[in-house]
């Protein structure tokens, strides 16, 4: 065999080695047609993967981003299992930073620090897919990110002025928080889908009764990440959406069978869109028409429409639901369909009036391939969507798709262009607000196969950057990518606005005075050990080179409690706090305080502690000595 056959025969298995079966089945007929639903499809047909030819040279925007030179936009991408937000420059897709969320990370001690212990209450990881802006009147205000934990059914949020969590909800009676969406009109509700139905309450009762399992579409205030209410239908809920009006929330639903295998999520033509009247909602909690639930105020709105939940009927297994810029539509892709279905929302109050049917709302519902996933937008008519089997963009143009829903003629399809491999998520520049703009797509593909170096038995994701710029879309950057991005926002630079040095707002703080203020002393200044029975707190500030204390006494088998503050007041001139054997590590921000605690050791001896963040050319020796007396 020649090395290059072997290569080959490598790539191959790598291909082989990929063809998990995304959805198995029974080839769901509609609309276009039967489909055969199996990634094996891809690897006999049009996306067999095998080297990529050179490229020719890009004629559109700059995609290199110089020495130097900073990016137009910075991305948001969510993590995944990683449990964190990356923070990417757009185009040059240079990862910029991580911000941990659910996980515990041991750069800035974020899951170990007091602050975020008690933010996290012991649930150490998280699965995190829909990375979202706080917005007002339609556009992102640059106040606030949400993001979904998948694993424990939970919501946190980023301060983007120091581009850390402040706060995070737990959501009562919800399994698989999958889709969340914040309102568009200002920062109000953050709406949160559960994917997976359980017995309502869970406490043991109906386990084995599918019947009885419900879903939960939950409404947390967006400034104060309190738990407002919660909608409970029958179907799981996949992607949600608001509307730029403040009147709908959105959320796709695939089993409508309200089966629990996969044969039995199948069996239906057709799934829905339901659509969560959002005003009548809040009527029904104000006036207490609620049931309660585990201390959440619950509106029934199983079964049949009403003025609460409408159900538009769209075809099998919908997964995302994008908005237009202009608000006037909701895109639907159809996953099992190779179509979208545009509902025009402002129909929708007929539909829920009794005035029209709900699938009279929808007005469009192109071909735009097989797999269709989620969906981007110009500003400019035009639509983006991600086909996960075909492993293509498809560019289609929302008029002209409503024409020929109506007997035109003309093919809404514009272009597709390959991407490399199986697309997930898709989004645009500013796609998600009414300044979309048209710069950059980014395709989120869940498979590289051959396109990077092979690195163990799982491969990076690809991020591919496209231009939209140009008559035909052009992928013009690969970007590998780990564990696992399901999705991004692309926001413009001017909307970002982050400290220098800590501005000393956040709750965190409140929580810092109050101890101070218990044990008498001046925060920035003091350095003084506190004893209390068997516990410890030390009080210690940092400046370069030095920490204010140069070393402390405590007693084999303390708890220790080190709180440190960082009285530099120079942009990122921060300090780390680690002690020795004592897994304790901490990042400290220029103006900064942060705590961490810990039990000595229970073997007397000199432990160092010593700065884990390069500050000053006499980093190294910034350190001291804890004594760990018997
Ligand atoms: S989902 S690949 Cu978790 Cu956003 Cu669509
Ligand atoms: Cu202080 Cu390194």
């Known amino acids: 065999m020649s090395k290059d056959s072997k290569d080959k025969n490598r790539y191959d298995n790598v291909a082989a080695g990929s063809r998990r079966r995304f959805l198995v089945g029974a080839g769901t007929a509609l ?66 930073k991580r911000i941990p969320v659910f996980n515990r990370e041991s750069a800035t001690g974020w899951g170990a620090t007091d602050f975020s212990k008690k933010l996290l209450g012991g649930t150490m990881s998280g699965d995190t897919h829909h990375v979202h802006l706080s917005y ?64 309502q309450p869970n406490d043991g009762r109906d386990m084995d009764d599918p019947s009885k399992y419900a879903a939960m579409h939950t409404a947390i205030d967006g400034e104060t990440m309190e738990l407002k209410w919660q909608v409970m239908v029958e179907g799981n809920m996949d992607l949600c959406a608001t509307d730029y009006t403040g009147d709908y929330s959105f959320a796709t639903c695939y089993n409508s069978e309200g089966g629990v295998t996969l044969e039995e999520m199948m069996a239906a033509d057709l799934d829905h869109l339901y659509v969560f009247n959002l005003k009548a909602i809040q009527a029904a909690v104000d006036a207490g028409k609620t049931i309660e639930i585990n201390g959440a105020k619950v509106v029934d709105a199983r079964g049949a429409d009403s003025e609460f939940v409408m159900r538009v009927p769209v075809p099998k297994s919908p997964h995302g639901v994008n908005i237009t810029p202009d608000g006037k539509y909701a895109v639907v892709a159809g996953k099992l369909s190779p179509t979208c279905s545009v509902v025009q929302i402002d129909m929708l109050a007929d539909a829920f009036a009794g005035k029209i049917k709900p699938r009279d709302c929808v007005v469009a519902e192109p071909e735009v391939g097989l797999g269709p996933l989620h969906t981007a937008f110009d500003g400019k008519g035009n639509a983006y969507t991600s086909i996960f089997i075909d492993s293509v963009m498809t560019k289609w143009n929302i008029d002209t798709a409503i024409a020929q829903f109506k007997g035109g003629t003309e093919s809404p399809i514009l272009d597709k262009v390959d991407v490399h491999y199986q697309v997930g998520h898709t989004n645009a520049s500013m796609s998600e607000t009414k300044e979309a703009d048209g710069k950059w797509l980014v395709a989120l593909c869940k498979f590289s196969k051959d396109r990077f170096l092979p690195v163990g038995m799982l491969h990076p994701e690809n991020d591919q950057l496209i231009d939209m710029t140009m008559d035909k879309l052009e992928v013009v950057h690969d970007g590998p990518a780990y564990s696992e991005p399901h999705d991004c926002v692309i926001v413009r630079r001017d909307i970002i606005n982050t400290l220098q040095v800590q501005d000393r707002k956040d709750d965190r703080f409140a929580m810092y005075d109050a101890w101070a203020k218990a044990d008498g002393i001046d925060i920035m200044s003091t350095n003084k050990v506190i004893r209390n029975g068997k516990k410890v707190r030390v ?63 229970s073997k007397p001896g000199l432990y160092w502690y010593y700065c884990s963040w390069f500050c000053h050319a006499l980093h190294l020796e910034m350190r001291g000595r804890m004594f760990v007396e018997a």
């Not at 559109?60 to 995944?80: N, T």
């Not at 979904?148 to 983007?160: E, P, W």
């Not at 103006?591 to 961490?596: E, R």
Request: proline share 5%; with cysteine.
């Open 31 to 96: 609309g276009g047609g039967a489909l055969a639903w199996s990634m094996t499809g891809c690897e006999e047909g049009t996306t067999t993967p095998s080297a990529a030819p050179t490229p020719a040279p890009h004629k559109g925007q700059e995609v290199h981003a110089a020495p130097g030179q900073l990016d137009d936009y910075y991305g948001f991408w969510s993590g995944g299992q990683s449990g964190e937000i990356r923070i990417l420059g757009v185009p040059s897709m240079r990862e910029l």
């Open 539 to 601: 009080w210690m500030t940092s400046q370069a080179p030095k920490f204010g204390m140069n070393e402390f006494k405590v007693k084999a088998g303390d708890e220790v409690q080190v709180i440190v503050t960082n009285i530099d007041n120079v942009q990122d001139l921060s300090h780390g706090f680690a002690v020795c054997n004592h897994d304790t590590n901490m990042l400290i921000n220029a103006q900064d305080t942060q705590s961490i605690t810990f039990t000595a050791s």
């Open 136 to 199: 007002t009147d339609g556009t992102y205000d640059g106040r606030y990110i949400y993001v979904n934990d998948k694993f424990s059914a939970r919501l946190a949020r980023v301060r983007i002025a120091t581009m850390e969590v402040d706060k995070i909800v737990d959501i009562p009676n919800s399994q698989g928080t999958h889709g969340i969406f914040p309102q568009r009109h200002k920062t109000g509700l953050v709406l949160c889908n559960s994917e997976f139905r359980i017995p």
